[in-house]
């Protein structure tokens, strides 16, 4: 590998703000390496973040005035830095050049950074080895294209799923209306009913409603818009007759596509409309060129049914000597080691998710009693 010498140099940019000869720099170190075909490791993703959210940059490596790798990240006014939309995000990285290495503390120091926290970090980025805490499976699918139609492609790629699901397809199509898919929807009022049925079922579940923060909407909303041959904002829908069963939204680049936003509307969930939708989103991206369908990193069954293997991601904190690096790894740390090991052990997983879903429950019992509720008069 070359490593960072004198002529190698750092600058560093708005994220929003990344002139067309940097953009072109930057896809073309994503084509030359499959570790970054991720769409999330595109310049349109970090730029939908910087148009959101202030404090997004990129930290661009020079070597010999050349362009050669690419940092997304955000900073606070304090210093501390995160991976380009830590939380939602499911592939983080320094995009590089082939051969190009780096020295994190310089890194840092050109960013302004004391730390620099990853939860999705591709296995790949060496330099940032020594600050790993834990490395996580990523489950995936690998696609190819079917020689028939769906049935027959499902039947042949998941013979122990085919049967039931499409009894399931079948079932929905006789008591709703025609059953069909729309693989890239166009119509945003889809997307409107998508945010809705995610944030019911945050709320529903106990977890954080993401799409009650504007910027997040506004991002999804932004991302939705996007049309490049390296990132590509796709909504995905599951309609019976004209009536929409689930929906899914994600980027995809050329050959990757990452699962993201997936809902359905609950009425119908003795379908299984959140496994069918998956299923037909995997043999079309297949059918339009995609070949790695990324379901991002956490437990949850029908990945365990979908995956065809496993990559690893890691997270952890990247610092240099600084009292705000000390200070934010003694506060994050431990609330990442607590989620981390409720997460990967069932006998705690399971509890902690009947108490979140019982608590959300709770809630939204309390929100409905209270709109409900007759207007006291004077």
Same mark, same amino acid.
């Given at each position: 590998?070359?490593?960072?010498?004198?002529?190698?140099?750092?600058?560093?940019? @708005?994220?929003?703000?990344?002139?067309?000869?940097?953009?072109?720099? $930057?896809?073309?170190? =994503?084509?030359?390496? &499959?570790?970054?075909?991720?769409?999330?490791?595109?310049?349109?993703?970090?730029?939908?973040?910087?148009? +959101?959210?202030?404090? !997004?940059?990129?930290?661009?490596?020079?070597?010999?005035?050349?362009?050669?790798?690419?940092?997304?990240?955000?900073?606070?006014?304090?210093?501390?830095?995160?991976?380009?939309?830590?939380?939602?995000?499911? +592939?983080?990285?320094?995009?590089?050049?082939? %051969?190009?290495?780096?020295?994190?503390?310089?890194?840092?120091?050109? +960013? %302004?950074?004391?730390?620099?926290?990853?939860?999705?970090?591709?296995?790949?980025?060496?330099?940032?080895?020594?600050?790993?805490?834990?490395?996580?499976?990523?489950?995936?699918?690998?696609?190819?294209?079917?020689?028939?139609?769906? *049935?027959?492609?499902?039947? !042949?790629?998941? &013979?122990?799923?085919?049967?039931?699901?499409?009894?399931?397809?079948?079932?929905?199509?006789?008591?709703?209306?025609?059953?069909?898919?729309?693989?890239?929807?166009?119509?945003?009022?889809?997307?409107?009913?998508?945010?809705? $049925?995610?944030? *019911?079922?945050? @709320?529903?579940?106990?977890?954080?409603?993401?799409?009650?923060?504007? $910027?997040?909407?506004?991002?999804?909303?932004?991302?939705?818009?996007?049309?490049?041959?390296?990132?590509?904002?796709?909504?995905?829908?599951?309609? !019976?007759?004209?009536?929409?069963?689930?929906?899914?939204?994600?980027?995809?680049? @050329?050959?990757?596509?990452? *699962?993201?936003?997936?809902?359905?509307?609950?009425?119908?969930?003795?379908?299984? &409309? %959140?496994?069918?939708?998956?299923?037909? =989103?995997?043999?079309?991206?297949?059918?339009?060129?995609?070949?790695? =369908?990324?379901?991002?990193?956490?437990?949850?069954?029908?990945?365990?049914?979908?995956?065809?293997?496993?990559?690893?991601?890691?997270?952890?904190? *990247?610092?240099?000597?600084?009292?705000?690096?000390?200070?934010?790894?003694?506060?994050?740390?431990?609330? @990442?080691?607590?989620?981390?090991?409720?997460?990967?052990?069932?006998?705690?997983?399971?509890?902690?998710?009947?108490?979140?879903?019982?608590?959300?429950?709770?809630?939204?019992?309390?929100?409905?009693?209270?709109?409900?509720?007759?207007?006291?008069?004077?």
């Amino acid at each position: 590998m070359r490593s960072i010498s004198n002529a190698m140099h750092i600058t560093i940019h @708005r994220a929003e703000q990344l002139d067309a000869s940097l953009s072109r720099a $930057w896809h073309k170190a =994503m084509d030359e390496s &499959p570790d970054f075909a991720n769409p999330f490791l595109a310049p349109e993703f970090a730029a939908g973040i910087g148009g +959101c959210r202030g404090g !997004a940059r990129v930290a661009v490596l020079h070597e010999n005035g050349e362009p050669v790798g690419f940092l997304p990240y955000e900073r606070n006014s304090f210093g501390v830095g995160r991976a380009i939309g830590l939380g939602l995000s499911d +592939c983080q990285a320094l995009v590089h050049r082939p %051969g190009i290495t780096w020295d994190t503390g310089q890194l840092l120091r050109a +960013c %302004g950074l004391s730390v620099f926290e990853f939860d999705h970090l591709v296995a790949e980025q060496q330099p940032f080895g020594p600050y790993v805490t834990g490395t996580f499976p990523s489950p995936v699918l690998d696609l190819k294209p079917g020689d028939g139609d769906y *049935a027959q492609w499902l039947r !042949a790629t998941y &013979p122990g799923l085919a049967k039931t699901t499409l009894k399931k397809e079948r079932r929905l199509g006789r008591d709703l209306g025609e059953m069909r898919f729309v693989f890239d929807e166009r119509d945003p009022r889809a997307l409107r009913t998508l945010m809705r $049925w995610k944030s *019911a079922q945050y @709320r529903r579940t106990g977890r954080m409603d993401r799409f009650a923060r504007p $910027w997040i909407v506004d991002l999804v909303d932004h991302l939705f818009q996007v049309r490049e041959e390296h990132f590509t904002g796709v909504l995905s829908v599951v309609y !019976a007759g004209d009536r929409p069963v689930a929906a899914h939204f994600g980027p995809r680049s @050329r050959t990757v596509f990452a *699962a993201w936003f997936t809902a359905y509307d609950p009425e119908f969930r003795y379908y299984s &409309p %959140g496994l069918i939708m998956h299923l037909r =989103m995997a043999e079309a991206a297949a059918r339009d060129g995609v070949r790695l =369908m990324d379901m991002g990193r956490g437990d949850k069954e029908y990945k365990d049914w979908l995956k065809t293997r496993e990559l690893r991601v890691a997270e952890g904190f *990247a610092t240099r000597p600084h009292p705000v690096a000390t200070a934010h790894r003694l506060w994050r740390r431990p609330v @990442r080691g607590l989620r981390n090991t409720v997460l990967a052990h069932p006998t705690l997983r399971e509890p902690a998710d009947r108490l979140l879903k019982t608590v959300g429950t709770l809630r939204t019992s309390t929100r409905t009693s209270s709109a409900g509720a007759a207007p006291r008069t004077r």
